[in-house]
C-alpha cells in the first residue's frame, strides 16, 4: 500500500484535474492543484456527459447532483441541414438500463462548480502558472511564474492542449490546426421554438458543416455548438468573439429551424474557437510525472467525449493509487489501463467530423450511423473495467 503522506501535485483545475483530485481524496490522498488562472472558470456553454463519465461522476459521489442539475435526453436525433427533414432518431431512453447510467447535458459552469465544491477550494493554489517541469526517479520539481517552486513526490499534469509539461517532458511539437473551427452561444429557452427546448439533442447535418443544439439548466437554455472548415487559423488566440453574420453565411439556405437558432444568439454573446489537435502519445509517464485528459490526449468534440476522458482517466488514477504498492506502480498501472482506451477515444473523435460532414447528409436516411454508441464507447464502465497490472 503506498503512504497516504505521498504529496502529490496536479497542474490545472479544469474538468480533469478536479476529477482526479477528488478521485485521489477518495483513496485517502490529499493532493493540491496548481492553477494557473486567478478564478476557476469555464467557457458560457454545454457540455454532453455520456454513460461512460457518468458512471464515473457517481461513484465519485455526485448522483444526486447530476440528477438534479442535468437533463437527459430523449433522442438524439440527426435533420437535413437544408430541408430540415429528420434523417435518424437515435433512442436516448434507455441509456439507464443499458449502461446502467444516464447520458446528460448540463451547463459547464455548474459541472466545474460541483468538482470544485467536491474537491475543496482550500486545496488550490491560484495564479500558479507553471513555467517549468524537472522529473525524476524519486520527484518532481514545479517552478512558476511567480519565482516559486515546489518539490514534490509526484505530478498529475491536467494543464489542457497546450500543456507546458507535456512540451518539457514528452513532444514539443506546437498543437496543429485541424482545419475545424467550433462557434458557441447559449440562447434564453423563451426565444426559442419548443422543439429546440424539448429534451433533444438536436444536429442538423451539410456537407462541411453542421450545427448541434440542446437545451442546459432544466430546460431554461439552449446551448448551440456549430461546427465548420476553415484553411487556416489565422488569429493569435485560438478563441475569439465572433459576429453572428459571419457565421449566418455558413448556413445560407438551410432549415428554419438553423436560422431561428442563429437569429437568437444574442449580439455579443458568440465565441469561435480553433479546434486543434496533436498526436497519440506512446507513453504519458515521465519519471514521477503523468499527463491526463487533454494534455495527453486532445481530440475534436464530434463525439463530445473529451471531458468524458479526462473524467475516466481521473477515476481510474485514483483506483491505481488504491491498488498499487508504489506511486511508481500506481502511474504505470494508470497509463497501461488508459493508453488504449484514450488513443481509441482520439482518433474516432477525430473521424467523427468527416462522418458528419463530409457526405451527403441524405446517407444518413438509410445508413446506420457510426457514432460512440455503436462503437461500443458508451458501454466502457471506468470504475470496473480491468486495471492493467
Ligand atoms: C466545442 C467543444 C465542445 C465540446 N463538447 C464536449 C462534450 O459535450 N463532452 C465532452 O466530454 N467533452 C467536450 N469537449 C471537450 C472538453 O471540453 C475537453 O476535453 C475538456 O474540457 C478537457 O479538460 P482538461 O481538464 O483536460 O483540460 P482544460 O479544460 O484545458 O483545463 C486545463 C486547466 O489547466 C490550467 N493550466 C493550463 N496551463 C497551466 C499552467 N502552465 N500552470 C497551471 N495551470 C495551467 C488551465 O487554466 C485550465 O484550468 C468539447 C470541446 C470543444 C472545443
Known sequence: MINKELNIAIIGGGIGGLTAGIALQKAGFAPRIFERAPEFGEVGAGISMSPNATLGLESLGFADFLNGHANEPLEQRLYHGETGELLQAIDRRDCRDTYKAAYCQLHRADLLNMLIDGFGRENCAMVKSLTAIESGDDGVTLTFEDGTSERVDVAIAADGLRSVVRDSLFDNEPPEFSGHV????????????????????????????????????????????????????????????????????????????????????????????????????????????????????????????????????????????????????????????????????????????????????????????????????????????????
Open 182 to 389: 467550433a462557434w458557441r452561444a447559449l440562447v434564453p429557452a423563451e426565444k426559442l421554438s419548443a422543439l429546440s427546448v424539448d429534451r433533444f439533442n438536436i444536429n442538423h447535418l451539410g456537407t462541411g458543416r453542421n450545427i448541434v443544439s440542446y437545451p442546459v439548466r432544466g430546460t431554461q437554455l439552449v446551448n448551440i455548438v456549430a461546427l465548420t472548415k476553415a484553411d487556416e487559423w489565422a488569429e493569435e488566440s485560438w478563441n475569439a468573439k465572433a459576429e453572428k453574420s459571419e457565421l449566418a453565411q455558413h448556413y445560407e439556405g438551410w432549415a428554419d429551424y438553423v436560422q431561428d437558432l442563429l437569429e437568437a444568439i444574442p449580439g455579443d454573446e458568440l465565441y469561435r474557437w480553433g479546434l486543434f489537435v496533436r498526436k497519440p502519445l506512446d507513453t504519458w509517464i515521465s519519471g514521477r510525472t503523468a499527463l491526463l485528459g487533454d494534455a495527453a490526449h486532445p481530440m475534436l468534440p464530434y463525439m463530445g467525449q473529451g471531458a468524458s476522458c479526462a473524467i475516466e482517466d481521473g477515476v481510474i488514477l485514483g483506483r491505481a493509487f488504491t491498488a498499487a504498492n508504489t506511486p511508481d506502480e500506481a502511474l504505470k498501472i494508470y497509463r497501461d489501463t488508459r493508453i488504449e482506451r484514450a488513443s481509441l477515444l482520439q482518433r474516432e473523435s477525430n473521424l467523427g467530423g468527416e462522418r458528419l460532414q463530409a457526405i451527403n447528409p441524405d446517407a444518413f436516411r438509410d445508413t446506420p450511423i457510426k457514432n460512440e454508441d455503436s462503437l461500443g464507447i458508451f458501454a466502457y464502465d471506468p470504475v470496473t473495467v480491468p486495471l492493467v497490472v
